[in-house]
């Protein structure tokens, strides 16, 4: 039995918002773009087309996976990130457009140099390795305490061209790393930052699918915040930079455990909401 791309799409769409699926019409249009390997414009222009049972099995496990709530990008296994498309699995985070704002700013101070970065707690790779195609000479160390999410990581390095200018480590923060054989002009990162209050309000596209540790270190979500700001001056040239994205209720909090003694607070750069997200420091020494 066959059906045609319009009636599949029709009924996709109609099972994904009874399931609550924001945008259901642009949810389904992208599982079968994937499947496909077409553009949404193929399957406007080729509504009456007929998928043969194989393409619609598939597609029908696609749009029952998309309705329990598993994430489009762990479906399909992709997300893009600032222009590139990086491999994604239940075992790193779905690359986010806030973060992009985070390599964004680390552009802003490095971009042109061949400068030495670390990227703790790295997850799919996407700002160590962003920041790798846009910096030509620059080399990056990128941490991250799940092997797993390592190895995603590698994938997309090997995908994107860049496996020889970036070293990937198991480490919980900096614990695998000497001082006296690592010191950085750059330390970026995007911790876990959600309190453990707060995750019970996530979508359940997060809270069910994403892993935990990369989402909430728990009580407060600043527990890594905290670490960064006390270990990273051991591994930071004079004047190098650290930059971090936050929660959107938590510009406050961070500036309030900044040590100005160590560190000086050059700015909290906003989202695209006007929330404080992006935190840059300058070492002082």
Request: aromatic fraction near 6%; charged fraction near 25%.
């Given at each position: 039995?066959?059906?045609?791309?319009?009636?599949?799409?029709?009924?996709?769409s109609r099972q994904?918002s009874?399931a609550?699926?924001?945008?259901?019409?642009?949810?389904?249009?992208?599982?079968l773009?994937?499947?496909?390997?077409r553009?949404?414009?193929?399957?406007i222009s080729?509504a009456?087309e007929?998928?043969d049972?194989k393409?619609l099995a598939q597609f029908?496990?696609y749009?029952?996976?998309?309705?329990s709530?598993?994430?489009?990008q762990y479906i399909?296994?992709?997300q893009?990130f600032?222009?590139?498309?990086?491999?994604?699995?239940?075992?790193?985070?779905?690359?986010?457009?806030?973060?992009e704002?985070?390599v964004?700013?680390?552009?802003?101070?490095?971009?042109g140099?061949?400068?030495?970065?670390c990227?703790v707690g790295?997850?799919?790779g996407?700002i160590a390795i962003?920041?790798l195609?846009?910096?030509g000479?620059?080399?990056a160390?990128?941490?991250?305490?799940s092997?797993a999410a390592?190895?995603?990581?590698k994938?997309?390095?090997?995908?994107?061209s860049v496996?020889?200018?970036?070293v990937?480590?198991v480490?919980?923060c900096?614990?695998a790393l000497?001082?006296?054989?690592?010191?950085?002009?750059?330390?970026v990162?995007?911790p876990?930052?959600?309190?453990?209050a707060?995750?019970s309000?996530l979508?359940r596209?997060?809270r069910?699918?994403e892993?935990?540790?990369a989402l909430?270190?728990?009580r407060?979500?600043?527990t890594?915040?905290?670490?960064l700001l006390?270990?990273t001056p051991?591994?930071?040239?004079?004047?190098?930079y650290l930059?971090?994205?936050i929660?959107?209720d938590?510009?406050?909090?961070?500036t309030?455990l900044?040590?100005n003694?160590i560190w000086?607070?050059?700015?909290i750069k906003?989202?695209?909401?006007g929330?404080p997200?992006?935190v840059i420091l300058r070492?002082r020494?």
């Amino acid at each position: 039995m066959t059906r045609s791309i319009a009636e599949v799409l029709r009924e996709a769409s109609r099972q994904l918002s009874m399931a609550g699926v924001p945008e259901a019409r642009r949810e389904a249009g992208s599982l079968l773009s994937r499947l496909l390997g077409r553009d949404r414009t193929f399957l406007i222009s080729h509504a009456e087309e007929q998928l043969d049972e194989k393409a619609l099995a598939q597609f029908e496990s696609y749009v029952e996976r998309r309705a329990s709530g598993e994430p489009l990008q762990y479906i399909v296994g992709v997300q893009d990130f600032f222009g590139r498309e990086f491999r994604v699995t239940p075992d790193v985070l779905i690359p986010r457009l806030e973060t992009e704002l985070l390599v964004e700013a680390a552009l802003e101070i490095k971009r042109g140099s061949t400068a030495l970065i670390c990227d703790v707690g790295t997850g799919s790779g996407c700002i160590a390795i962003t920041l790798l195609r846009e910096i030509g000479g620059a080399r990056a160390v990128a941490l991250d305490n799940s092997p797993a999410a390592l190895e995603v990581a590698k994938l997309n390095a090997r995908r994107l061209s860049v496996s020889e200018r970036v070293v990937f480590q198991v480490s919980d923060c900096f614990s695998a790393l000497d001082p006296s054989e690592y010191q950085f002009d750059l330390v970026v990162s995007n911790p876990p930052y959600v309190s453990a209050a707060m995750l019970s309000g996530l979508q359940r596209e997060v809270r069910d699918h994403e892993p935990l540790v990369a989402l909430s270190p728990g009580r407060d979500g600043l527990t890594m915040i905290r670490r960064l700001l006390h270990e990273t001056p051991a591994f930071l040239r004079s004047d190098g930079y650290l930059l971090m994205e936050i929660g959107f209720d938590q510009g406050e909090a961070v500036t309030n455990l900044v040590d100005n003694d160590i560190w000086r607070l050059v700015e909290i750069k906003p989202d695209l909401q006007g929330i404080p997200r992006i935190v840059i420091l300058r070492k002082r020494f």
